[in-house]
Antibody, heavy 121, light 107 residues
Framework: QVQLQESGPGLVKPSQTLSLTCSVSGVSISGGSYYWSWIRQPAGKGLEWIGRINAGGRTNYNPSLKSRVTISVDTSKNQFSLILSSVTAADTAVYYC?????????????WGQGTKVTVSS | DIQMAQSPSSLSASVGDRVTITCRASQSISRYLNWYQQEPGKAPKLLIYAASSVQSGVPSRFSGSGSGTEYTLTITSLQPEDFATYFCQQTYGAPPTFGQGTKVEIK
C-alpha cells in the first residue's frame, strides 16, 4: 500500500524559504514510471500544481512559480522535497505531495494528507 | 495555461438525486480530463481519469463523459458520503490545471 506523508514547518516568515519533505512508503521512489508532484490549496480555494520530479530526477515546474521553486529527490531516504523561496502571504496554503504515473504523470491517484503552511511574521 | 471552468460552483441536492457537474476547457483537451472528490479537511481523491475511466474502488454511481472542450461528471443516486467538493483537472497542456470546484451540499 503506497502512502505519502508531508513534513515541514507550519510557519514561515515572509521573504524566507519554505522547505517541505514528502516521505514515500510502499513503493521505491526510484523504481517504475512514477512522477512525484507538489500541489497546494489556499484555504477555501482551488488546487494549484507546483511541479513534479520523476525517478530519473527530471523536473517540470509551473511557470508561475518556476523562478522560486526547486523539487529534488533523495532516493536513499525514499523522499522528495520542495523548496519555495522568497515566500509571501500569498504562499499560505495546504501543501500536498502526490504520486502520478499509472494513468498519466499528472493523474494523482495517491496523495499525502497535506500540511498547512502559514507565511507570517 | 488552459483554463477550466466548472459549473455550477455549488449545488444543493437530496440523497437519491442525480447530479451533473460540467467542466469546460478554454481549448480542446482531447479527453485528458480527470475528476477528483475532496471531503472537508482531506486530500482530493481521484474518481475518474481520461474523461470516463472509473478509478478502482470508486462506486459505479460515478461516471464521466465528454470530448473536446466540454466534460461532465454524473452521480446517479447521490449518497450521504458524496457530499463533498468536486474538481476537474486537465492534463493536456502544461501546466496541469484544475477547475475552481463544485461544492455538493445537502438540501
Amino acid at each position: 500500500q503506497v502512502q505519502l506523508q508531508e513534513s515541514g514547518p507550519g510557519l514561515v516568515k515572509p521573504s524566507q524559504t519554505l522547505s517541505l519533505t514528502c516521505s514515500v512508503s510502499g513503493v521505491s521512489i526510484s523504481g517504475g514510471s512514477y512522477y512525484w508532484s507538489w500541489i497546494r490549496q489556499p484555504a477555501g480555494k482551488g488546487l494549484e500544481w507546483i511541479g513534479r520530479i520523476n525517478a530519473g530526477g527530471r523536473t517540470n515546474y509551473n511557470p508561475s512559480l518556476k523562478s522560486r521553486v526547486t523539487i529534488s529527490v533523495d532516493t536513499s531516504k525514499n523522499q522528495f522535497s520542495l523548496i519555495l523561496s522568497s515566500v509571501t502571504a500569498a504562499d499560505t496554503a495546504v501543501y500536498y505531495c502526490a504520486m502520478g504515473g499509472i494513468w498519466g504523470p499528472d493523474a494523482f491517484d495517491i496523495w499525502g494528507q497535506g500540511t498547512k503552511v502559514t507565511v507570517s511574521s | 495555461d488552459i483554463q477550466m471552468a466548472q459549473s455550477p460552483s455549488s449545488l444543493s441536492a437530496s440523497v437519491g438525486d442525480r447530479v451533473t457537474i460540467t467542466c469546460r476547457a478554454s481549448q480542446s483537451i482531447s479527453r485528458y480530463l480527470n475528476w477528483y472528490q475532496q471531503e472537508p479537511g482531506k486530500a482530493p481523491k481521484l474518481l475518474i481519469y481520461a474523461a470516463s475511466s472509473v478509478q478502482s474502488g470508486v462506486p459505479s454511481r460515478f461516471s464521466g463523459s465528454g470530448s473536446g472542450t466540454e466534460y461532465t461528471l454524473t452521480i446517479t443516486s447521490l449518497q450521504p458520503e458524496d457530499f463533498a467538493t468536486y474538481f476537474c483537472q486537465q492534463t493536456y497542456g502544461a501546466p496541469p490545471t484544475f477547475g475552481q470546484g463544485t461544492k455538493v451540499e445537502i438540501k
